[in-house]
């Protein structure tokens, strides 16, 4: 069964664009969640999104949102990008609402702005 | 405020030596979960413990939730250099079960 996979694995911007990263959560898995892990701060939670609506949403401005598709994958979107936004963004699933919370990770996409 | 503390931060010892990683907060847990991760990886579950005093083992390593549901502890017997990597607890909050917060980390290297 083919785990958690997201996309690009490594994007490169400059201050002031956007970024788009992809997820696909683990097949039967409805909840998808968006963590960034920079260099310093640890892993910080983001986003949550399960059956396409925003559960939960961490400290974190407006310029960081997201959606859920209807086959359960993800985006995250950054605008306005600042240099701290560089960072691991890690995407992870779970059964969602009616299961545990035992999430499992992709392996992340590294985000640099320059 | 970090909630979960990690102690050590970073752990460098050789082949064959036994260590414990501690996970501490002053707020209680329903659960408290443990993954490691390595470079240029995402984490990986290792396990979940729910309640209060319970103890689980994974081949040489062992977990512990504290009676309160405050700490928790890893302890790996003969440690191998594929033991390599940064481990994290994490654990629910906010109300929300799906919400994890993670530790601080401990970054351990296992020379051979």
């Known amino acids: 069964e083919a785990g958690v996979t997201q996309s690009p694995t490594h994007l490169i911007k400059t201050r002031g664009q956007q970024a788009t990263l992809r997820c696909s959560p683990i097949?039967?898995?409805?909840?998808v969640y968006w963590y960034q892990q920079a260099l310093g701060l640890g892993l910080q939670f983001l986003l949550w999104?399960?059956?396409?609506?925003?559960?939960n949403r961490g400290n974190f401005p407006p310029r960081f949102s997201g959606r859920q598709f209807p086959n359960y994958s993800s985006e995250l979107n950054v605008n306005a990008l600042e240099l701290e936004d560089s960072a691991l963004y890690l995407c992870?699933?779970?059964?969602?609402?009616?299961?545990?919370?035992?999430?499992?990770f992709g392996p992340g996409t590294r985000l640099t702005v320059l | 405020t970090q909630l979960l503390e990690q102690s050590p931060q970073f752990l460098s010892i050789q082949e064959g030596e036994n260590l414990t990683v501690y996970c501490n907060s002053s707020?209680?847990?329903?659960?408290l979960q443990w993954y490691r991760q390595e470079p240029g990886e995402g984490p990986v579950l290792l396990v979940t413990?729910?309640?209060?005093?319970e103890v689980k083992k994974l081949k040489r390593l062992t977990f512990q939730f504290g009676d309160a549901r405050k700490d928790s502890s890893l302890h790996i017997t003969a440690a191998q250099p594929g033991d390599t990597g940064l481990y994290l607890c994490?654990?629910?909050?906010?109300?929300?079960?799906?919400?994890?917060?993670f530790g601080t980390g401990t970054l351990l290297a296992v020379q051979p």
């Open positions: 707020s209680v847990f329903s659960s």
């Open positions: 999104y399960d059956e396409g609506e925003e559960r």
């Open positions: 413990v729910v309640t209060g005093g």
């Open positions: 992870a699933s779970s059964v969602g609402l009616a299961g545990d919370n035992e999430q499992f």
């Open positions: 994490a654990g629910p909050y906010g109300g929300a079960t799906n919400k994890l917060i």
């Open positions: 097949s039967g898995h409805t909840s």
